[in-house]
């Protein structure tokens, strides 16, 4: 069956006036924590006049398409000089272990005179909804499976007990075409705190798709895995939203074709569709997404319709 995704609109873009010095422009990487009703705390990765991103968030009610509250300062800064997330912080997704309610993040790096690097950590959601720091050590740093850079986590329970991961790992700056090689790999754990690395989860194939960034994944209804993520063919192209389908989370099939959204002829997501979270809620399927300039535009919902 056809997916196709109907968008309903930009939701929310942030305003540099009147805004808090850590969260004067962008909110990329949307993250809703449902609250009550219709309304999610969408958490977002916004940006300081040096571009080093904090968390932020507005309280949305879905259905009538509506900010209720922006909440004006951040719930979460990126972290002091030699901290691994001392130049920002990207948000993944969320999921509950052992009854707390953890969020993961890609922790930036931009050292002088270095390249950029990522590494994951983690956050406490608390009852309140508000956000702490699980503690300053890593989650996942690199090693000889991932041994450049990681970014963007997304951990779910596994149907067969224990959790799955995937998330993003760096293999060359310049895969000889000008693009880095950034694929989506997998890992799994007993408990979501200790993790096995099993390697590259999504293929790749260079100047076609080999950047991917944002994997956001959920079962269908029969119990297979999809997954949405964005991703650059390595061609020039701005960001793209691509597709992948699995029968075990592990080994998966490439389905660019299948991912049911592009960018739109005009407006604030004509240039780039970027950093999907799909969700479910009162029997639709919703999907936040970026556009233009990596969420200098905001972000926006889409349903799905078969």
């Not at 929310?12 to 909110?27: D, R, W």
């Not at 009550?36 to 904090?54: E, K």
């Not at 997954?227 to 192209?237: L, P, Q, V």
Request: with cysteine.
């Amino acid at each position: 069956m056809t997916k196709y995704w109907k968008k309903l609109g930009q939701l929310y873009v942030p305003k540099a006036s009147g805004q808090h010095p850590k969260l004067i422009s962008h909110a990329a990487n949307p993250l809703p924590v449902h609250m009550t009703g219709d309304v999610y705390r969408i958490f977002f990765s916004g940006r300081d006049d040096q571009n080093r991103s904090s968390v932020g968030a507005v309280d949305v009610d879905i259905v009538q398409l509506k900010v209720i509250t922006e909440h004006h300062s951040p719930f979460f800064e990126h972290g002091p000089v030699g901290s691994f997330y001392s130049d920002g912080v990207s948000i993944g997704n969320c999921y509950e272990a052992n009854g707390i309610q953890y969020m993961l993040f890609m922790g930036w790096q931009n050292p002088p005179g270095g390249h950029w690097r990522g590494d994951i950590g983690r956050l406490i959601v608390t009852q309140e909804f508000s956000l702490q720091l699980e503690r300053d050590a890593l989650l996942m740093g690199i090693d000889s499976t991932d041994p450049i850079s990681l970014s963007y986590p997304w951990v779910q329970a596994s149907p067969s007990g224990g959790f799955d991961m995937w998330y993003g790992s760096t293999l060359t700056w310049d895969a000889g075409n000008g693009e880095m090689l950034h694929v989506i790999q997998h890992a799994s754990s007993d408990d979501g705190s200790h993790w096995n690395r099993s390697g590259l989860a999504v293929p790749y194939e260079l100047g076609f798709a080999q950047a991917f960034s944002r994997p956001t994944v959920v079962l269908n209804d029969d119990n297979n895995f999809e997954m949405w993520f964005s991703y650059r063919s390595g061609t020039g192209e701005k960001y793209r939203i691509g597709y992948a389908k699995s029968d075990n989370g592990r080994n998966w099939t490439l389905a660019l074709e299948g991912s049911g959204i592009d960018v739109s002829e005009s407006g604030w997501d004509s240039e780039m569709v970027e950093y999907p979270f799909v969700f479910d809620h009162k029997g639709e399927r919703y999907m936040l997404y970026n556009g233009n300039g990596f969420g200098k535009t905001g972000f926006g919902l889409a349903v799905l319709d078969d």
